[in-house]
């Protein structure tokens, strides 16, 4: 797990999860940046929070793009994910693109890793 609270001027930060490498980059200039990362499982994470862009590489060295197979709006029923909407994208994120958190919410996130 891992917090993210952009200090004022501030760009991202980065995170070693376990089995990827995690790169938050912050789009408030403002400082308005914040999130809560939880890995679920080595190729689940849900990405909680507002203003902020994840990304997933392969661990250094390496540091290719880790490639998502969806990325999902939704909340939870008891322990029951619910789906709400898929999250937009414009450009494959197997491209390295980033999951990005315009509005405050959840996505769930799961990875290529294998």
């Known amino acids: 797990m891992c917090t993210c609270v952009q200090e004022p001027g501030e760009r991202g930060t980065g995170w070693a999860a376990p089995g990827c490498d995690v790169l938050v980059a ?63 994208r414009e450009r494959d994120e197997s491209l390295g693109m980033p999951v990005r958190l315009v509005e405050p919410g959840v996505v769930r996130v799961i990875l290529d890793i294998v």
């Not at 190729?43 to 969806?70: C, K, N, T, W, Y």
């Not at 709006?73 to 994910?81: A, N, Q």
């Open 26 to 88: 912050y789009h408030r200039p403002e400082g308005a940046g914040r999130g809560l990362l939880i890995q679920q499982a080595p190729d689940e994470f849900l990405l909680i929070g507002v203003g902020l862009s994840v990304q997933f590489r392969r661990p250094r060295p390496s540091g290719e793009p880790v490639a998502v197979v969806s990325a999902e709006w939704g909340r939870y029923e008891g322990e029951r994910w619910i789906a709400l909407h898929p999250v937009r």
